[in-house]
């Protein structure tokens, strides 16, 4: 199961309480292995009144959180039943599951908001031997020939069938042999 970022909508000025309420239902609920952080983004803006300048913190999307989770069905069930909560954005209809953010959206949101994503350590080198660790290729053992350190990817070269096989993947799916 793949952890992802949903958008949902709130009634209009109970963002932060609907953070709240879901952070502490998370707990009651024990679904902390399936939704891990909710967020209001915010950004700070400098408003001048009277000739007297003074930082703000402005809502960048009214009405709206962003909660990151594994969608099940007792997950959703969760979020969709939080107090102040509407509905999921990107929902086919009653029911339907979400579409989650693409990594670019919610690169870009966390970034305007200052909130950087944990990056995994480097220690990888070009032609190093690595094992997949999950994945269509786990236990596969290849050479690691490209490092993409802003994307957090590695290109491996995995032998399939005695073929050379150049596959990317995540930091956190590769181990040092």
Known sequence: ?????????TYSGYENKVKTNLEKRLESMDMTDK?????????????????????VTRKVFPGYVLVEMIMTDDSWYVVRNTPGVTGFVGSAGAGSKPTPLLPDEIDSILKQMGVEEPKAEVDFEIKESVKVKEGPFANFVGT?????????????????????????LDFTQVEKI
């Open 1 to 9: 199961m793949e952890k992802n970022w949903y958008v949902v909508h």
């Open 35 to 55: 939704i891990f952080r909710v967020l209001v983004p915010v950004e700070e803006e400098t408003e001048v009144k009277n000739g007297k300048s003074k930082s």
């Open 144 to 168: 690691i020939e490209e490092i993409q350190i802003d994307k957090q990817k590695v290109k491996v070269h995995v032998n399939m069938f005695g073929r050379e096989t150049p596959v990317e």
